[in-house]
């Protein structure tokens, strides 16, 4: 009868087979939820921004930056168009007023080291064309000026006074001396502009400063 009682003990013991012990070692798999990336932090008014970055659809040839301007050389080495984010939100009111009616803007200068200045008054020293570093600072070198046209949305060329950086009194805001179309489209930037916060010079239909001002930029300068 012995068998009997051991079958007994078995049954009453579970058998002596044991539960399978969990291995800590293996985690069930979770799915990991997908993290966005931080947003980056609104850039402070002072702020150099690479204005392509905040306004896509601008368009850029800066031409200080190859030998196609009054120089017949590069004035500087870099390619991107900077300016204080405090203007560059000015400049996108005022893409947006004009891209309502089929323009875009086209930058030909926008920040420009005081190095440049003083080569470009080097070669033309005319202070009503090139302000003079000898005496003052160009608000190019504040970061709150820009030269800039129009351009239609497919990046085509507008009949503007003259072109670019063409010293003659046709430049002055007086369109009286130039084509109506011209006038008229070099009229249509001035006031857009100017109601954006802009304060148009007076000796030349493409330059603009923003009407919030910024110390002279000395030490940092744009990547190349
Ligand atoms: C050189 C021309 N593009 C220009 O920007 N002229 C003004 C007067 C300046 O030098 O600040
Ligand atoms: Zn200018």
């Known amino acids: 009868m012995r068998w009997y009682l051991l079958l007994l003990l078995l049954v009453l013991t579970g058998c002596g087979v044991s539960e399978p012990m969990e291995d800590a070692s293996i985690l069930p798999v979770q799915a990991v939820p997908e993290s966005e990336p931080a947003p980056m932090p609104e850039p402070e008014a002072a702020d150099f921004v690479r204005v392509q970055e905040y306004l896509p659809d601008i368009l850029v040839d800066l031409k200080y930056a190859g030998a196609e301007n009054f120089t017949g050389q590069a004035v500087y080495d870099f390619t991107d168009a900077y300016l204080r984010y405090g203007t560059v939100q000015k400049l996108s009111s005022a893409l947006d007023i004009l891209m309502g009616q089929g323009y875009t803007l086209l930058i030909w200068d926008a920040f420009r080291p005081t190095q440049a200045q003083f080569r470009l008054w080097e070669i033309c020293p005319d202070p009503v064309y090139v302000a003079n570093p000898e005496t003052g600072s160009s608000s190019h070198s504040r970061g709150?000026?820009?030269?800039?046209?129009?351009?239609?949305?497919?990046?085509?060329?507008?009949?503007?006074?003259?072109?670019?950086?063409?010293?003659?009194?046709?430049?002055?805001?007086?369109?009286?001396?130039?084509?109506?179309?011209?006038?008229?489209n070099a009229q249509l930037l001035e006031d857009v502009l100017t109601a954006c916060g802009f304060q148009p010079y007076t000796g030349e239909w493409w330059h603009f400063s923003d009407l919030d001002n910024y110390p002279v930029e000395e030490s940092w300068s744009p990547p190349k």
């Not at 063409?166 to 179309?181: C, E, G, M, Q």
């Open 144 to 184: 709150n000026t820009v030269d800039l046209t129009l351009a239609a949305l497919d990046g085509e060329p507008v009949e503007m006074p003259t072109d670019f950086d063409d010293f003659s009194p046709l430049a002055d805001r007086d369109y009286s001396d130039v084509p109506a179309s011209a006038a008229a």
